[in-house]
């Protein structure tokens, strides 16, 4: 931790107030560049990279650090499977554009996200679990930046996310699955208060543990809980909550069972103050959508071993 | 009286565009008990009741994957802030087919003595079904379409009806809702 600490220099070098991090000895990095994030404006880029290396063997990852400059809203990674609008090759950014149409990463798996601008996530696996990639595979990383009314962002925008190879061991490593889930039709208005919007995402074909999770959704959000559920969709107990929109905890370390058949619970609570004003166009209402200052989401990420299948619950 | 009424006032001047509080009288017969009528929103948005074996249809939300849009209207109760889950059970095993969703919803558009949900998409549960991680299989299986309600009184009913998901033509939406979603 020291040494990490050491290594995330802020303010030393580059742009004011941007994050540093050194390369993984073993592994990968994969690094957004500075960019402005104006007054009264939200920013979202895609950056596009290949996992370095050749050949099949897979690369196992088992030490994940990701460092945000101060005002992000979020950063995902994604593996790229099908290509709607948006694509590009290794080195590609995507900024705005398709890259605010979720419909575009549908069904590409994720890898990792972190929602602590100006924090780092450190985030080493349990022992025999590991994150699989493979060399050449693509991923596109995901920033948001918000520098506007919910949300403010004092230097510029930029994300850095190292991941580290696994010790070599004489086992095959369990393989880190993960779990995106999201509610698509939400609507918040003005008035409304402690109105909440609930699912079920089921992805335990077998048995599995989770071990970690982190809530996302925007302003009015004032509770995200997550619950383990079974096989009838009935919650069971609550391993996450979070009471704070702009620094939801990413809880690692968890060691939650799921049963056949069960998957997790989430709810997402919500209020608005009666003058407030989401979306003018819109009866002031807060709807689905990635903008922080008019829109909505209640989306849930969930990280489990065994890995079964690339799982999302629309 | 006018205390509690003054934000919604105040909104309404200052929002230009705020909606109007709905209406909130009880609804129906107080000494009756809660009554139910499954529906589920076609392509067009439009509900409609649900009889034994119908076809509910598997709709493309704005991100990705299928829901189906169902659940409720209702008579003898609190129409507003009502909250309803609803998920569809696999008549073969018992278990879940798809996931639940559960929201609240005002139940003051009246059809046939029954109150729909104000909204259509936002107030109806939105069951996520596609795709499927359990391999189940949801397009064409029989299935129960699992409905309960509950309002501000906590006076509440469930409701069970036999339905069969269906894709209607969409060539997508038959594969990734089939029992080898990971194949599409």
Redesign the interface.
Same mark, same amino acid.
């Given at each position: 931790m020291k040494r990490l600490a050491l290594l995330l220099l802020m303010g030393a070098c580059g742009g004011a107030h941007d994050v540093q991090l050194a390369p993984p000895k073993e592994g990968f990095q994969l690094a957004t560049d500075a960019f402005a994030v104006p007054l009264g404006q939200e920013v979202q880029r895609c950056y596009f990279f290949r996992v370095p290396g050749s050949g099949t063997d897979p690369l196992w990852v088992s030490h994940i650090v990701a460092a945000v400059n101060a005002g992000s809203h979020h950063m995902n990674v994604f593996r790229v499977r099908s290509i709607v609008a948006l694509d590009g090759e290794d080195g590609t950014v995507v900024d705005g554009g398709e890259c605010w149409k979720? !419909?575009n990463w549908?069904?590409w798996p994720l890898v990792m996200n972190s929602q602590e601008g100006g924090q780092i996530v450190d985030w080493t696996l349990p022992d025999g679990v590991a994150h699989r990639f493979t060399p050449g595979e693509k991923l596109m990383l995901q920033s948001h930046f918000v520098n506007a009314a919910t949300q403010k962002t004092p230097g510029r925008g930029k994300a850095i996310v190292n991941f580290e190879r696994a010790a070599a061991g004489a086992a095959t490593p369990m393989e880190l699955g993960t779990v995106f +889930? =999201?509610?698509?039709?939400? @609507?918040i208005?003005? !008035?409304d208060q402690g109105?909440?919007?609930? *699912?079920? &995402? @089921?992805? +335990? @074909?077998q048995p599995v543990t989770v071990l970690a999770a982190n809530g996302h959704f925007h302003s009015r959000g004032v509770k995200f809980e997550m619950f383990a559920?079974d +096989? *009838?969709?009935q919650a069971g107990a609550q391993f996450y909550v979070s009471n704070a929109w702009n620094d939801p905890p990413f809880l690692r370390g968890l060691a939650v069972p799921i049963a056949q !058949?069960g998957?997790v619970?989430f @709810?997402c609570t919500y209020s608005m103050a +009666?003058?407030a &004003?989401a979306d003018?166009?819109d009866? $002031? &209402?807060a709807?689905? !959508?990635p903008h922080v200052e008019t829109q909505e989401h209640c989306n849930a990420f969930v990280y489990y071993y065994p890995k079964?299948?690339?799982? =999302? $619950?629309? | 009286m006018l205390l509690r009424r003054l934000p919604a006032l105040l909104c309404a001047a200052a929002c230009g565009q705020a909606r109007p509080p709905p209406t909130c009288e009880f609804a129906g017969d107080a000494a009756q008990p809660v009554q139910l009528e499954a529906f589920a929103l076609d392509a067009s948005g439009a509900p409609a009741v649900l009889r034994e074996g119908d076809a509910v249809l598997l709709q493309r939300p704005p991100q990705g994957g299928y829901v189906i849009y169902a659940g409720v209207a209702a008579r003898n109760l609190e129409p507003c802030g009502v909250t309803v889950t609803a998920y569809l059970i696999d008549r073969a095993t018992g278990n879940a087919l798809t996931n639940l969703d559960q929201r609240r919803a005002d139940l003051t558009s009246q059809s046939n003595g029954y109150g729909f949900p104000a909204q259509s998409y936002t107030q109806t549960p939105n069951i996520p079904a596609c795709p499927d991680a359990l391999h189940a299989g949801v397009v064409g299986r029989a299935a129960i379409l699992h409905a309960e309600l509950t309002d501000a009184r906590s006076r509440g009913a469930t409701i069970e009806v036999g339905v069969i998901a269906s894709c209607a033509s969409d060539a997508r939406c038959a594969c990734l809702c089939g029992p080898n979603p990971s194949q599409c």
């Open positions: 979720s !419909g549908a069904d +889930a =999201t509610d698509q039709n939400i @609507r208005c003005p !008035g109105v909440a919007f609930a *699912q079920t &995402c @089921r992805f +335990a @074909r559920s +096989a *009838q969709n !058949g998957g619970f @709810r +009666a003058g &004003c003018p166009n009866h $002031c &209402c709807t689905f !959508g079964l299948d690339d799982a =999302t $619950c629309f | -």
